[in-house]
């Protein structure tokens, strides 16, 4: 069973930096994409980001130019290094990772609270 454990969160003012880690118990060649979702309270999980096994990224509007997903492959690690945060951005930011047989795992997420 493959286990993702997300750290990093915490609390900041907008306009600051936090950076988000997720390691895997298994090398992240095992899979198809890792990436990140989160869950405002009230509010549907949405996806933020992704990183495929081939080094593609993509973002989901509100975040681009302000975050970067990025991989260390020796460590099993992804990252998401999140820059001038807004109170919008806060949220539980959860590391999921998806397989070539279309299995998905989830971290349990890490909670990021931006301050006005």
């Known amino acids: 069973q493959v286990q993702l454990v997300e750290s990093g969160g915490g609390l900041v003012q907008a306009g600051g930096s936090l950076r988000l880690s997720c390691t895997a118990t298994a090398s992240i060649f095992s899979f198809n994409s890792m990436g990140w979702y989160r869950q405002a309270p009230g509010k549907e999980r949405e996806w933020v980001a992704i990183?495929?096994?081939?080094?593609?990224?993509n973002y989901t509007d509100p975040v681009k130019g302000r975050f970067t997903i990025s991989r260390v492959n020796a460590k099993n690690t992804i990252y998401l290094q999140m820059n001038s945060l807004k109170p919008e951005d806060t949220a539980v930011y959860f590391c999921t990772s998806s397989t070539t047989t279309g299995r998905n795992y989830w971290g349990q997420g890490t909670q990021v609270t931006v301050s006005s």
């Open positions: 990183i495929t096994r081939g080094g593609f990224t």
